[in-house]
């Protein structure tokens, strides 16, 4: 458990090491790209193994930092923040075996990369407010270069535009977190302070400042209708990115509207709690019926981790501790999920066929030509779909039951977006795997046949859908974590049922 | 025999059958096709055994299994077998097999095709027997995915098509009914059938729901009630069945019709008459005339229909609709003053009758149809065939036993389950019992109608030139149905005596919470 903290210091220095070795030997990139990310799950993993999910938020360091603000290096962790950290390592881990082909500057790809790696690790385990502040910032940079270096479509575009909406909702999020600071005079960052002084504020103030950090993280959930930057930049992100992105970094902004904004300010979700979840269930539906006419392959993905990440914020808007707890599950299944996705779209289908348009996947026979990603593809999309037996499902139960607990119409509401989940997938899985399925003999495959599945992604896929099987079948695992770190006195006053 | 997970291992042997084959790609077309046939027929064979040690004046579950799985959402690993579980895994051991052998000759990618077939085996089997939403749903929607599948990849002309309507048709059912349950668990904190029958039968279920106000008690009802009403498919919700069974591979059009239309049947029965005792009373006056509008409309589609599958299909929707009748009749009749159980305890007992019976013969039709199909290269038009009864007297022998089964003739099995659930329903609701006997008429009309034109007369279109006899492997196919068709005419008491306890403990115990 204490060596938690490593993971961030890991991600780090083999930034660094990568960036040093890939002047010389783009493998060597990789392996230390690898040989880290596994390293820092492999810790996390131990952490999970002797956790005991009966406390509150562990402190693995405390030392101050910036003593004449108050701010501490402060890391702690608990059942939430340790869901989010075994969902970071898979997902790093993964999106490099899928960046396995990368030719092009590897060692800087696998800096950047790592760098991103070691500011998500960094925000899950910050437990003070600037701390958190300061790896979330971390975290965004890295994407900008990224993308803008080794994207595709539209890459300028969407990388600018995602750094922009970003910068805009930390604005934010900053704005809130100076002004709780100065007004509540608890000369702390600590999030327990925070919360603390949260109760002297008057009603007006903390209706504004939830607003202003909500909204701001939000912005980074894909909350609707503040969402359009994720589409364009996942698109425009390369296959690791995108992975990443939909992966983890959205993860971020809703674990800061879950760790921060809805504990320290009540009164304000209280107030705006049916304007949250509105928003969510319209992201659900219309993230969904976009994806249902895109064309762009990549896109359909896109939107639908719009779809997806409104049920996470459905979780969390109807404050009590089933759906929340369904909204952190969520975020996990959706993480394995997207990440395998955007990894069959964008890797292995599209490096290899070099086209995305559904128009023109649809006159290959790519169920024959690339078997292992139609199969993958259909177990992904079957888990996206929110068939039981895969992650989804006992997540979205979850926000269901809660939501019907909070507001019932909420839940009848989503439940739609469940039906469109469907109709997207097998329409993109249609286009994409079957769209010549029957005028197969009449068509040849191309001159030259299709690379064939590498080890690494093989590895990469069977990774993650190992994941969103095993926690489907056994959601205990992880709701076991969750569930008592959402029951801690810390969530009390914001989600009801903190009694089992 | 205690100890064992005997239910279990009728849903996993199946499945387990389906990864054998996932994780060996170079098996042969033959070993494969063996190996399907023997993990499908593996589900009749326990079926046999569980007969001796299974206790026939019981009307509790047995060979439960129960373990702890999700505490954070109160599931368990819930697994019983009763009376209505048991016909319908023997019901799935004999038509399963039968399937598979229908498909012995399907040459294009076989082992996808068994492996998708088991799988869907093992989803249906574990629909019969799960006790807990949360596991029960798994199979629910798991069986979906075969079957689009099957549909999709092996069927005819507008298979994709089809394949799409019948797999959005059933998940907009599944999702109000996730939805309803979703409601069901934040009311009471359970998703076990038999606590929520326990429940409901108390009264404090409806008062539990009655919390959420509005209009959403009933909402949730209304969700589960069309979850299941699309799967059956209950009139008006039965658009998706007529080309999803038309366009299906003829095995599968068996396996479809055989048992997953009795998946939802199974859940009226398990489900929602437990649950919503109340409920299902109170809107069973319009239910009835849905029943029956599957009855009198299903029958008169089927005799407009030129495509012989399709006939069958739409002879689907009457037949299921009976036992959907009956149900709905006794619901109405539940809490009325001086009814004796005597009319309801015919119903219900004529319904799961009706269940097995309709399997039989519905998927015999179907792999009859399907002969033609494959004699006449691919035409099933019922204007395309005439006097095959002389060149194929076995085969027109046997498609006609099916035929006068399907019909309820006297002597055959299918004229008991009718029978039965007449008499119940003359009780219980006469006025329906009268409109429905218009669907038995109309069913003779269309069945002898179809019997004439291919069988009778001079041959013709495809029947014209070489139309050889069944084979030996399509007789085996046929064969079973058939001997089981004239076995429980004659001694229906060989199925009634398996459920007779329960179907009388629940006809005992009709009163509204």
Redesign the interface.
Same mark, same amino acid.
């Given at each position: 458990m204490n060596l938690l903290p490593w993971t961030i210091y890991l991600s780090f220095g083999g930034a660094a090491l990568a960036l040093a070795a890939g002047a010389r030997s783009a493998a060597a990139a990789r392996w230390i790209a690898l040989a880290t990310v596994a390293a820092a799950w492999g810790l996390v993993l131990a952490a999970a193994a002797g956790f005991m999910p009966a406390n509150g938020l562990q402190t693995l360091a405390d030392a101050a930092w910036v003593p004449s603000m108050g701010v501490r290096y402060h890391l702690a962790a608990d059942g939430i923040s340790l869901t989010l950290l075994v969902l970071t390592g898979l997902a790093a881990t993964a999106g490099v075996l899928f960046s396995w082909n990368i030719e092009e500057r590897t060692g800087e790809f696998f800096a950047f990369y790592l760098t991103l790696i070691g500011g998500v690790y960094g925000v899950f385990l910050s437990a003070d407010a600037f701390l958190f502040f300061v790896f979330y910032e971390i975290a965004i940079v890295p994407k900008y270069f990224l993308i803008a270096n080794w994207g595709s479509t539209n890459r300028e575009y969407g990388a600018m535009k995602l750094v922009l909406y970003s910068f805009a909702g930390s604005a934010l999020v900053l704005a809130g977190l100076l002004w709780a600071y100065a007004a509540g005079g608890a000369r702390s960052f600590e999030l327990q302070d925070l919360a603390a002084a949260a109760a002297h504020f008057t009603h007006g103030e903390q209706l504004g400042m939830f607003a202003l950090v909500f909204l701001g993280f939000a912005v980074l959930a894909g909350l609707f209708p503040f969402h359009t930057w994720a589409p364009t930049g996942h698109v425009a992100a390369p296959t690791a990115a995108s992975m990443l992105l939909a992966g983890v970094v959205m993860k971020l902004g809703a674990y800061g509207c879950l760790r921060v904004a809805m504990p320290l300010f009540p009164a304000g979700l209280a107030f705006w709690q049916p304007v949250i979840a509105w928003l969510a269930v319209a992201g659900i539906v219309y993230g969904g019926l976009v994806a249902l006419v895109q064309d762009d392959f990549k896109f359909v993905i896109g939107y639908s981790s719009v779809s997806h990440m409104g049920f996470v914020l459905l979780g969390l808007a109807a404050a009590n501790v089933?759906a929340a707890?369904g909204a952190v599950l969520q975020m996990f299944s959706h993480g394995v999920i997207a990440g395998l996705l955007f990894a069959v779209v964008g890797r292995i289908v599209y490096d290899r066929t070099h086209t995305r348009r559904l128009e023109e996947l649809s006159a290959l026979p790519l169920h024959r030509l690339l078997p292992f990603a139609a199969v993958t593809f259909v177990l992904a999309g079957?888990a996206s779909?929110g068939?039981?037996?895969f992650s989804g499902?006992?997540a979205e139960? =979850?926000i269901?039951?809660? =939501?019907?607990?909070t507001a019932?119409a909420w =839940?009848?509401a989503a439940?739609?977006g469940?039906?469109i989940a469907?109709?997207f997938t097998?329409r993109v899985m249609?286009l994409a795997f079957?769209g010549s =399925?029957?005028e197969v003999p009449a068509l040849e495959a191309p001159a030259t046949p299709l690379p064939a599945i590498t080890p690494a992604e093989k590895a990469g896929a069977i990774l993650l859908l190992a994941a969103t099987v095993v926690v489907g079948l056994?959601?205990?695992l992880l709701?076991?974590w969750i569930?008592p770190a959402l029951q801690s006195p810390f969530f009390q006053a914001v989600l009801k049922g903190g009694a089992p | 025999m205690s100890g064992v997970p005997w239910l279990s291992l009728i849903i996993f042997v199946p499945w387990a059958g389906a990864l054998l084959l996932a994780v060996r790609p170079r098996l042969g077309g033959r070993a494969v096709r063996l190996l399907a046939l023997l993990c499908s027929l593996s589900t009749l064979a326990f079926g046999l055994a569980l007969l001796g040690s299974f206790d026939r004046a019981a009307t509790g579950y047995q060979f439960v299994e129960d373990h702890a799985w999700i505490a954070a959402l109160n599931v368990h690993y819930h697994l019983g077998l009763d009376g209505l579980s048991l016909i319908l895994v023997l019901l799935t051991g004999l038509v399963a097999p039968s399937a598979l052998l229908a498909s012995w000759r399907q040459e294009r990618d076989p082992r996808l095709f068994q492996l998708l077939f088991l799988f869907l085996q093992g989803s249906a089997l574990g629909v019969f027997l799960a006790l807990d939403f949360f596991h029960w749903f798994i199979f629910w929607e798991l069986s979906l995915v075969p079957a689009f599948f099957l549909i999709k990849l092996w069927g005819g002309g507008a298979a994709t098509r089809a394949a799409y309507q019948f797999i959005i048709y059933t998940m907009a059912g599944s999702a109000c009914m996730l939805l309803a349950f979703a409601a069901i668990f934040a009311a009471t904190g359970t998703l076990d059938f038999t606590q929520l029958a326990g429940l409901a039968a108390s009264g404090a279920l409806g008062v539990k729901l009655a919390a959420l106000g509005g209009f959403w008690p009933e909402a949730v009802f209304l969700g589960v009630f069309l979850g299941l009403a699309v799967k059956v498919p209950l009139f008006p919700f039965h658009t998706w069945l007529p080309p999803a069974y038309a366009e299906a591979p003829t095995g599968v059009s068996m396996f479809l019709t055989g048992v997953m239309s009795k998946m939802g049947v199974y859940g009226f029965f398990r489900i929602l008459w437990p649950l919503f005792p109340a409920p299902l009373h109170a809107a069973s006056g319009g239910l009835l005339w849905l029943a029956l509008g599957g009855v009198v409309l299903g029958a008169f589609a089927a005799m407009r229909q030129s495509d012989l599958k399709r006939m069958v299909a739409y002879s689907s929707i009457n037949h299921v609709s009976y036992c959907l009748l009956a149900l709905f009749a006794v619901a109405a009749a539940t809490g009325r003053s001086g009814l004796t159980s005597e009319p309801a305890a015919a119903a219900l007992s004529g319904a799961l009758l009706q269940m097995f019976n309709h399997g039989l013969s519905a998927s015999a039709l179907f792999f009859c149809v399907g002969v033609l199909e494959s004699r006449g290269g691919g035409r099933r038009g019922l204007a395309e065939f005439g006097g095959v009864r002389s060149a194929a007297p076995v085969f027109a022998g046997l498609c006609g036993i099916a035929m006068f089964s399907s019909l309820g003739l006297p002597g055959l099995n299918g004229f008991v389950g009718e029978f039965l659930i007449f008499r119940g329903v003359f009780g219980l609701a006469p006025w329906a019992a009268a409109t429905g006997c218009l669907g038995l008429l109309v069913t003779a009309i269309f069945l002898l109608t179809f019997y004439q034109r291919v069988f009778h007369g001079p041959r013709a279109g495809a029947g014209a030139g070489e139309f050889c006899d069944l084979s030996g492997l399509e007789t085996a196919t046929l064969a079973p149905a058939i001997a089981l068709m004239f076995l429980l005419g004659v001694l229906p008491q060989l199925l009634i005596g398996l459920y007779n306890p329960l179907v009388t403990f629940w006809a005992g115990h009709l009163t509204l919470p």
């Open positions: 089933r707890s079957l779909m068939m039981p037996g499902f006992p139960l =979850a269901l039951i809660g =939501a019907w607990q019932p =839940a009848a439940a739609l469940v039906l469907a109709a097998l249609q079957f =399925a029957r056994k959601p205990d709701l076991n569930t | -």
